[in-house]
Nanobody, 125 residues
Framework: QLQLVESGGGLVQAGGSLRLSCVASGRTFGSYSLAWFRRPQGKERERVAAINYSGSNTYYADPVKGRFTISRDNVKNTLYLQMNSLKPEDTAVYYC??????????????????WGQGTQVTVSS
């Protein structure tokens, strides 16, 4: 089992920044690829960023490329999402997730085994 707990969400004005964190406890953190998903109210969940087990490879969805940065610290068992130049359309509940695969599966985002409870990000215009 892997327990994931997100933090760092909040209310920010458009153009501002937030840093989300996801702390893991349980089994070996460094054995999982990780991702951040978001679910805007009334819309489908989407994967916005992912990172492989070592942090050497990353993936970003087109809407966040150049604005969001995913990173991980395998010593601190923590995943991060630095979000800059935030837009109102970034408003959503953000979730971290862990996949038993070491590398990011860019063909599908349905294989994640563990999920956090989510943190709300609201961007005002």
């Amino acid at each position: 089992q892997l327990q994931l707990v997100e933090s760092g969400g909040g209310l920010v004005q458009a153009g501002g920044s937030l840093r989300l964190s996801c702390v893991a406890s349980g089994r070996t953190f460094g054995s999982y690829s990780l991702a951040w998903f978001r679910r805007p109210q009334g819309k489908e969940r989407e994967r916005v960023a992912a990172i492989n087990y070592s942090g050497s490879n990353t993936y970003y969805a087109d809407p966040v490329k150049g604005r969001f940065t995913i990173s991980r610290d395998n010593v601190k068992n923590t995943l991060y999402l630095q979000m800059n130049s935030l837009k109102p359309e970034d408003t959503a509940v953000y979730y971290c997730a862990a996949d038993h695969l070491l590398e990011v599966n860019t063909a599908t985002d349905t294989g994640y085994d563990y999920w956090g409870q989510g943190t709300q990000v609201t961007v005002s215009s």
